[in-house]
């Protein structure tokens, strides 16, 4: 029987197959293929420099043993790399896998003999010239889900992020998408999943970032002309938590190559977390295809807690800090700062920090004095109910008339600037905000903010609406 490149590959896999774990046998060894046999010299295709770079890092010696079983004690390896032209040109080109760190020659294979050299692992959160393999998962430990407290609000949320951290990958929530407004947990809830799997499963690689990181890495890698390295970094992780992902509005590049990562993760059974400011109907400058597997899991929404939750969340914070306070002044507190979990704990910080510095009691005087600051400091959410009395007001009408479904031009004027107005000053999804105003869907909502902008770049008159409604609403 004939011995070919193919035939010596595939006894090799035999025996790699039995000797790591199924996954990575799926995730490191299936996409190989054999190229040719030239004497005892096998040539293997890989997809890119930093693949070849992981298995000499890690799979060295079992391919060493392996190729040495089908080929003798003189077995040699050479790697072929095929990978895109990140400049532009869609032809695929072979890189030269150089024994020194010289320009890398197109269509060129070279030897690389087996040996003990370790190449450096491109991995984008290493401080060049640090050696360190290691994926840090970048997670704040002490965002648990212990202290997330649990209430009306957060509830869906939080049980999924507790279903995802028992079972990552292992669920229908994936990916899982947290939304909801500023300071309402996103971020805490964020880590405390990520935080629970690593106590759980310890051998999975979790990693934490920020998209505006993630869009850093990636132009940085466009760059240097690394961008495989950096897609294939981040396909290995086990679970990926992208923080802020509406920060990629606009971003076609980050956009598409997220795409392929998010791909081949959910493909391969990872899991990817994801949170945002807003739902996914409600995000602009994110493409269709992405937006589309947004939508693959679950869109959990982080809603202003309500009063109780908000007194248990102030409760805990002085618990877990060891500090005293009487009820009413806790009560006093979580009465006047309704909007922002953030805020109602720094509140509560402040009041504690002036009365220790002070020397004074913690009276409801010095709750009011701090939350007062707390308030006048803060930009107010103004509410959709408010906004639908301005709006009325100014257009002499009730409230009744500007939510019904006439369809008279003044009134339907009226109810888009009203839509237009709590889409730019509340954070509530376009469902939302369809539904308080007339039982509207969040494609009229859409409708309705564009006729605005529309209407004021090409009519004098309604933009007088615009500004003085703006006036009133800023104010």
């Known amino acids: 029987m004939e011995i070919t490149a193919e035939s010596v ?7 790699i197959k039995d000797n790591i774990q199924p996954q990575a046998y799926k995730t490191w060894f299936e996409p190989i293929q054999a190229v040719k046999l030239t004497g005892n010299a096998l040539s293997i295709q890989v997809p890119s420099k930093f693949f070849y770079e992981w298995l000499e890092e890690h799979y060295v010696k079992i391919l060493k043993v392996a190729l040495t079983k089908e080929l003798g004690d003189d077995a040699k390896l050479v790697y072929v790399i095929k990978m895109e032209n990140t400049y532009g040109n869609k032809q695929p080109f072979t890189e030269k896998i150089p024994s020194s760190n010289r320009t890398p020659v197109k269509s060129q294979d070279v030897d690389v003999p087996f040996n003990n050299k370790s190449p450096e692992l491109k991995n984008p959160f290493i401080i060049p010239g640090i050696r360190n393999v290691k994926i840090e998962s970048q997670l704040n430990p002490s965002y648990t889900f212990e202290n997330f407290l649990e209430g009306d609000s957060n509830r869906l949320a939080r049980n999924a992020g507790i279903a995802v951290a028992n079972k ?9 998408l947290i939304f909801g407004g500023v300071g309402l947990g996103k971020t805490h809830l964020a880590h405390a999943i990520g935080v629970d799997i690593k106590d759980k499963y310890p051998e ?6 920020s998209a505006e990181k993630f869009t850093q890495q990636y132009i940085d890698s466009v760059k240097k002309n690394n961008r495989n390295d950096f897609i294939h970094f981040y396909q290995i992780i086990d679970v990926l938590i992208i923080d802020d992902v509406q920060f990629l509005s606009g971003k076609t590049g ?8 998010f791909n081949h993760l959910h493909q391969n059974g990872k899991q990817v977390v994801l949170t945002s400011d807003k739902a996914p109907v409600d995000m602009q400058d994110i493409e269709q295809r992405l937006l ?7 869109s959990a929404e982080l809603q202003t807690p309500d009063f ?3 007194v248990s969340i102030l409760k805990n914070k002085l618990y877990r800090d060891g500090v005293e306070m009487p009820d009413e002044i806790v009560e006093y507190v979580a009465k006047h700062i ?8 720094g509140a509560i910080i402040s009041l504690i920090a002036q009365s220790s510095f002070n020397k004074k009691e913690i009276t409801i005087n010095l709750a009011k004095d701090i939350v007062d600051k707390f308030v006048k400091n803060t930009k107010r959410e103004v509410s959709i109910d408010y906004i639908q009395k301005v709006v009325s007001d100014y257009f002499q009408m009730d409230v ?5 479904k006439t369809r008279k031009r003044h009134i339907v004027q009226a109810r888009q600037l009203a839509m237009f107005f709590a889409k730019k000053y509340t954070k509530a999804s376009l469902a939302s905000i369809g539904s308080q105003i007339g039982q509207r869907d969040h494609a009229t909502v859409l409708h309705a903010c564009k006729t605005v902008d529309n209407l004021s770049s090409t009519d004098k008159q309604f933009r007088k609406y615009v500004e003085d409604l703006a006036k009133k609403l800023s104010l």
């Open 338 to 345: 309704k909007t922002n979990v953030r805020e109602l704990e």
């Open 308 to 310: 109780e939750t908000r």
């Open 168 to 176: 990552p990958g292992g669920t229908s929530f994936n990916p899982l």
């Open 9 to 15: 590959w595939s006894n090799c896999l035999s025996f």
């Open 292 to 298: 589309s597997r947004f939508k693959w899991g679950l």
């Open 204 to 209: 999975k690689t979790v990693l934490y970032i």
């Open 400 to 404: 009744s008339t500007l939510q019904s």
């Open 254 to 261: 980050t956009q598409d190559v997220f795409f392929h990562i």
